[in-house]
Structures are given as structure tokens and as C-alpha cells.
């Protein structure tokens, strides 16, 4: 299981627990079967935790954009130019290229920011120097699909 999935998983059985003891005791009067009242709990626990877990998703939506950056000096790392976009604002990818062959940095890549500060970026970085370069920072095209993808794409000209 991945990291948040044990944590819903345990806070689930915590809350089934909790859940038992609450029934046990508000419906002391019924003497329900135990097994009975630990579904009801679990029940209750998970219905808690669908409504925390929506609510987090609706923060965690965030739209970016990703920025082409160019003329990056070659000894530049991701921190180095994680931190310079992080001035402009929240960063949350950097991808600098290299050589397949060589494994050299190539002089470019691309930073994905929140939508919100790309804007600010490019016209904050956009011909300043940075390490005795002028870096060129602009929105990044989209990767030209392949033509399998292309052709369900097109529309339908037989009309």
C-alpha cells in the first residue's frame, strides 16, 4: 500500500473502533451483536473519512503551466533554477535535458508553476541573466502527438 493509503487504512480502523464503542453504548438498550456493531462503526468511519479525503482533493487542485527555459548555463542543476522560478512564485516540477549520449545538460528545460505565477515568470525572467547567460523563459508548447493519436483526433469531414 502507498503511504496515504495506510494512513486512510488505519484511520479507518480507528474510527471503527471508535465508531463501536459510541454504538455500544448509545445502543446498550438493543444488545446488538458486536460484529454488527463494528460494521456500523466502520460504516461511520468510512464515510468520515470520504469526506476529509474530498475536501483534500479539492485543495490539492491546483492548474499549472509549464514553462520552456533556455540558454540555462550547462553546470546549472534543478535546485539552482528551482530556487530562481520559486521567487516568482510556486514551483512545482523542474526538467533539465541531457545528452543521451554524453549525459551533458543540454542548455534547456522546462519548469511547471502554478498558472497563477508562470505569467510573472516569464515576464520577471525573460532576458535576465542568470549565471552570465540570458535565459529565454517562455510557455512551452504541447509534444506533437503521433499520428494514431492525431487521426482520432481529426473530425469528421464527411459532411
Given amino acids: 500500500m502507498k503511504l496515504p493509503d495506510q494512513k486512510s487504512f488505519i484511520l479507518s480502523v480507528i474510527l471503527a473502533v471508535v465508531g463501536f464503542v459510541i454504538v455500544k453504548f448509545a445502543l446498550e438498550s438493543l444488545e446488538l451483536d458486536p460484529a454488527l456493531q463494528f460494521a456500523v462503526g466502520l ?12 475536501d483534500g482533493v479539492v485543495e490539492a487542485e491546483v ?3 509549464t514553462l520552456y527555459v533556455g540558454n540555462l ?19 512545482f516540477n523542474v526538467r533539465l535535458l541531457k545528452d ?6 543540454r542548455g534547456f528545460g ?20 542568470f549565471q552570465q547567460r540570458t535565459l529565454k523563459v517562455r510557455e512551452a508548447k504541447q509534444k506533437q502527438e503521433d499520428d494514431s493519436n492525431a487521426l482520432r483526433s481529426e473530425p469528421d469531414q464527411s459532411v
Fill in 110 to 129: 522546462f519548469v511547471e508553476m502554478a498558472q497563477a505565477d508562470a505569467d510573472n515568470a516569464i515576464a520577471q525572467l525573460n532576458d535576465s541573466e
Fill in 73 to 91: 548555463p550547462y553546470r546549472a542543476n534543478e535546485g539552482v533554477v528551482r530556487a530562481l522560478f520559486e521567487e516568482q512564485g510556486k514551483v
Fill in 43 to 54: 460504516l461511520i468511519g468510512g464515510i468520515v473519512i470520504a469526506a476529509m479525503s474530498s
Fill in 100 to 105: 543521451k549520449n554524453t549525459g551533458k545538460r
Fill in 63 to 65: 492548474k499549472t503551466k
